[in-house]
């Protein structure tokens, strides 16, 4: 059975930092481009980074760049997002992606609230 399973969430005060893990099982972990998306309340769901298979590649949406730093460990199949200098309108629901040609997965998400 296929999880991506995200912790790490929470409140936070502004300036503050989180950093997200998503545990993926049932697949092969390695092979999968991973993301990072989230979504606030009345908001779609964007894309806010971005990490290749070998960790070689990163992208970012530019409002989280020199903030956020996704990472992963192919070894533990674990995906990352380190969030500083957080601020509020960086609160949502924190979603993780895996994709690869053929298949697409999505966690249920963890919630980040910054608010002081």
């Known amino acids: 059975q296929v999880q991506l399973v995200e912790s790490g969430g929470g409140l936070v005060q502004p300036g503050g930092s989180l950093r997200l893990s998503c545990a993926g099982s049932?697949?092969?972990?390695?092979?999968?481009?991973l993301s990072w998306f989230r979504q606030a309340p009345g908001d779609k769901r964007e894309l806010i980074a971005g990490i290749t298979t070998t960790g070689t590649s990163l992208n970012y949406l530019d409002s989280v760049k020199g903030r956020f730093t996704i990472s992963r460990d192919n070894a533990k199949n674990t995906l990352y997002l380190q969030m500083n200098s957080l601020k509020p309108e960086n609160t949502a629901v924190y979603y993780c992606n895996a994709r690869a040609r053929l298949y697409e997965y999505w966690g249920k998400g963890t919630q980040v609230t910054v608010s002081s």
């Open positions: 049932g697949f092969t972990f390695s092979t999968y481009y």
